[in-house]
């Protein structure tokens, strides 16, 4: 079993930045694609941003030149890095993870962190 951990979860004033950190279980080389998933009271998950084994990344719309999404193969860990924040950034943020280069129904999931984006 995969097991992912995530931190950096916090408050923070509109256009304050943050961290999100999301440590695995076992190396990183082993998993080949992960992501960032997001929901909000009333409103449906929301995919953020993945990243491959082979680099390559994706980003959602809303999240577009302010998150950036990286991967520390030597610590067995990724990041979304979160810049602009908005109050509508509020939500639970989690970490997924896949054996695979892309993100499946059966991927591994994190317990989620609280980010709130208020002035």
């Known amino acids: 079993q995969v097991q992912l951990v995530e931190s950096g979860g916090g408050l923070v004033q509109p256009g304050g930045s943050l961290r999100l950190s999301c440590a695995t279980s076992e190396s990183i080389f082993s998993i080949n694609a992960m992501g960032w998933y997001r929901q909000a009271p009333g409103k449906q998950r929301e995919w953020i941003a993945t990243?491959?084994?082979?680099?390559?990344?994706h980003y959602a719309d809303s999240v577009k030149g302010r998150f950036t999404i990286s991967r520390d193969n030597a610590k067995n860990t990724a990041y979304l890095q979160m810049n602009s924040l908005k109050p509508e950034d509020t939500a639970v943020y989690y970490c997924v993870a896949d054996r695979l280069l892309t993100l499946r129904p059966t991927a591994y999931w994190g317990q989620g962190t609280q980010v709130t984006v208020s002035s």
């Open positions: 990243i491959t084994s082979t680099g390559s990344t």
